[in-house]
T-cell receptor, first 114, second 109 residues
Framework: EPEVTQTPSHQVTQMGQEVILRCVPI?????FYWYRQILGQKVEFLVS????????KSEIFDDQFSVERPDGSNFTLKIRSTKLEDSAMYFC????????????FGPGTRLTVL | DAKTTQPPSMDCAEGRAANLPCNHS???????VYWYRQIHSQGPQYIIH???NNETNEMASLIITEDRKSSTLILPHATLRDTAVYYC??????????FGKGTRLHILP
């Protein structure tokens, strides 16, 4: 069964450093998403991406965040200058088209900002 | 905010059917009902979805009321591995998923 993969599984960084989280969506999917989950809290939507541009973003997704699909297979989330409050699980998801399809989530990257 | 209402927690004995209710009284005609679950801190896992007809797959059954204002997810023979937070979500196609707090299902041995 096709699946969404994410790397790394755990990233530890110092406050103020840049991090890039990577995702490989399901190959024939066209819509891509990032969500995050702070420990003990709900899963929150960050951004959706379609046709090489952001289609929607939440208030959380400020100028410190960016997304890119650099090579047609990877989908990345960059945080330019990490803050302590960016520590969370980050989930990538992808969706095909058609009413029989749904969003499939990756296993997540645990980001720890020290 | 999530458009659904779910009980915060439920218990079910192992081997019995787990019936998880969800209210979505403001659902629109083109919105589907989706169920996901999250085991510990893993990525949310898709379970099933439907529009108005009842649906069944290898994991679960989804019963949607005729007026579509509520639904029930049924895990026919719950196991300890079904212990998770279950999310009922209404949305259309490419729309983002808005997660509520879900129902924390405890399977009791």
């Amino acid at each position: 069964e096709p699946e969404v993969t994410q790397t790394p599984s755990h990233q530890v960084t110092q406050m103020g450093q840049e991090v890039i989280l990577r995702c490989v969506p399901i190959s024939n999917h066209l819509y891509f998403y990032w969500y995050r989950q702070i420990l003990g809290q709900k899963v929150e939507f960050l951004v959706s991406f379609y046709n090489n541009e952001i289609s929607e973003k939440s208030e959380i997704f400020d100028d410190q965040f960016s997304v890119e699909r650099p090579d047609g297979s990877n989908f990345t989330l960059k945080i330019r200058s990490t803050k302590l409050e960016d520590s969370a699980m980050y989930f990538c998801a992808s969706w095909g088209q058609g009413t029989t399809d749904t969003q499939y989530f990756g296993p997540g990257t645990r980001l720890t900002v020290l | 905010d999530a458009k659904t209402t779910q009980p915060p927690s439920m218990d079910c004995a192992e081997g019995r059917a787990a019936n998880l209710p969800c209210n979505h009284s403001t659902i629109s005609g083109n919105e589907y009902v989706y169920w996901y679950r999250q085991i510990h801190s893993q990525g949310p896992q898709y379970i099933i979805h439907g529009l108005k007809n009842n649906e069944t797959n290898e994991m679960a059954s989804l019963i949607i009321t005729e007026d579509r204002k509520s639904s029930t997810l049924i895990l026919p023979h719950a196991t300890l591995r079904d212990t998770a937070v279950y999310y009922c979500i209404v949305r259309v196609g490419d729309d983002k998923i808005i997660f509520g707090k879900g129902t924390r299902l405890h399977i009791l041995p």
